[in-house]
């Protein structure tokens, strides 16, 4: 771990050199790698963007791959992350480096370009994801064991601030749905406490920390809009959700969709839905319901809703196409093998495939024209062409949970 | 006579408690495991030291009767995330799981 700088760096360095030098440097690696010392492989740092990079997570065996979305290949295999169960990724605001958020509290950060983990903390017991903020200096932590959230610095990944999460009463609450928001702020919800709070963090030595109490029962997730505007926590002791407006001045989280699955048999949940990735379609947001086997669609200008889509299971991911022509969505177990398409116009399913058990995770291409689906059971990531709705690609991946593309380096809320 | 042979039964049960799982052949029991793993995993953690839900380590479980982790698993717990798996666990299954969580197996 101590000597990976100076490795990386040696590569960097290998690379920019002259022609003849190149040869004659190669050489000596040559001769180096005949005498057995391993530093050599990572003369192999690669000189290109990263815009078409991005990172799969192999859940059980701690390991992340690096992939190249342009050439739909594996391009490097980083392992010794911990336990990825449930496992995030943000990335720097150079696209260089991605942060990995381990269940097990170990926050990552991966070199794209050389494939290699640059420094890991374990900075909690038990974590559940993270953000970066919007001028990229500051790299936060959710953790539900202690609750709280750790912001770190980038770079160095040394701890700048600590926001323990005490609720009214002096407990402490697990935090979820941490998400940056412009100024400089965090914003993240309180699972056991059930309260929405807001750090602004343009004096890291001094976070001042806005708290909206009483938002409803079980907080599950959040989401950010991305224009940086609406923060949405679901609930799940309630049917409803609560809403801050961070344009607004308002004092109190203001509930949406109250009572959505009212006089409905609410059906066991064996998979929280997550709410990352506003599915945003003009005006209007697709959201998974909790507990039934429908997408909700919210107008976004009074929060009504105007439409529930019934599915084929209980929606555990539904993200919109970049552009928002249509939403695609997977679902819960024991109905974790399919995956259907909503064409957000007609309101409609245009297309329903099963790529097998265990879909856990769906992400596009920052144009949209292919989308990667990670298949737990087949030990697989399938890559689907948008326009023709067929595979075109699969890649091997051990137990491969979220999918994540560098492209989320230049969104809010990603 | 009548009450002798209940109590024998019962006595013949409590003995036999384990044989309720005995029916979860290894295939079902790589099933389970597999499911606790990547289905349970996802509250309880791949490792099983919890995340939204509590951890399910065996010292954790070790104070809690029986009764009360196999009704856990079958009925669910209202007021709290934790879903009925009666539907998509039979009781053999769910006694199974109880002990192997018990006995840290898979870990």
């Not at chain 1, 990335?91 to 991605?98: K, W």
Request: charged share 20%; hydrophobic share 40%.
């Amino acid at each position: 771990m101590l000597i990976a700088p100076a490795r990386r760096s040696y590569g960097c360095f290998y690379l920019r050199r002259s022609a003849l030098q190149a040869r004659f440097v190669g050489w000596f690696l040559f001769i180096l790698l005949l005498t057995g010392l391993t530093f050599t492989v990572h003369a192999e740092c690669l000189t290109r963007g990263t815009g078409d990079l991005g990172v799969v997570i192999e859940r059980a065996s701690g390991s992340v791959q690096v992939v190249d979305t342009t050439a739909r290949t594996r391009l490097f295999l980083v392992e010794g992350l911990g336990d990825l169960s449930h496992a995030s990724a943000v990335f720097s605001r150079d696209a260089r480096y991605a942060y990995i958020f381990g269940r097990d509290g170990g926050l990552s950060k991966i070199d794209l370009l050389c494939g290699e983990l640059v420094k890991r903390v374990v900075q909690a017991g038990n974590s559940i994801g993270g953000a970066i903020s919007q001028d990229g200096s500051l790299v936060a932590v959710s953790n539900y064991e202690p609750g709280g959230v750790k912001v770190f610095d980038a770079g160095s990944l040394k701890l700048v601030a600590d926001l323990p999460a005490h609720d009214a009463k002096g407990g402490t609450s697990k935090v979820v749905g941490l998400v940056d928001a412009p100024g400089q702020r965090f914003v993240y919800t309180l699972y056991d406490a059930g309260e929405i709070r807001i750090a602004d963090l343009s004096d890291p030595a001094k976070p001042a920390v806005q708290v909206f109490r009483n938002i409803g029962r079980l907080p599950y997730d959040a989401l950010i809009s991305p224009d940086g505007r609406f923060y949405i926590a679901g609930l799940f002791g309630e049917d409803g959700l609560a809403l801050v407006d961070l344009w607004g001045s308002q004092k109190t989280a203001r509930r949406i969709l109250d009572g959505y699955g009212r006089g409905q048999q609410k059906l066991p949940v064996y998979k929280m839905p997550h709410l990352e990735g506003w599915a945003m379609a003009g005006r209007e947001a697709f959201l998974p319901a909790v507990g039934q086997h429908a997408v909700l669609v919210v107008d976004s200008e009074d929060w009504q809703q105007v439409a529930r889509i019934p599915v084929h299971g209980q929606p555990v991911f539904v993200v919109a196409e970049p552009g928002g022509r249509r939403v695609w969505v997977n679902f819960a177990h024991p109905r974790n093998d399919t995956v259907q398409v909503i064409d957000t116009h007609s309101r409609q399913i245009v297309h329903t495939f099963k790529p097998g058990k265990g879909v856990l995770h769906m992400e596009f291409t920052p144009r949209g024209e292919a989308v990667w689906i990670s298949v737990r059971d087949a030990d697989a990531v399938q890559v689907y062409d948008t326009s023709s709705l067929t595979q075109v690609a699969t890649l091997a991946a051990e137990k491969p949970s979220g999918i994540f593309f560098s492209a989320r380096a230049h969104r809010t809320g990603l | 006579m009548r009450k002798t042979s209940k109590l024998l039964f019962v006595l013949v049960m409590m003995v036999n408690l384990p044989a309720l799982s005995a029916g979860v052949d290894a295939a079902r029991q790589a099933e389970l495991l597999h499911l606790l793993k990547h289905d349970c995993g996802s509250c309880h953690g791949m490792t099983r030291k919890g995340g939204l839900g509590p951890s399910l380590l065996p010292d954790k479980l070790r104070a809690r009767p029986q009764a009360l982790l196999v009704n856990t698993v079958l009925e669910g717990r209202p007021g709290t995330p934790m879903p009925p798996w009666r539907g998509l666990l039979s009781e053999q299954d769910v006694h199974w799981l109880v002990e192997a969580l018990r006995q840290g197996k898979g870990l």
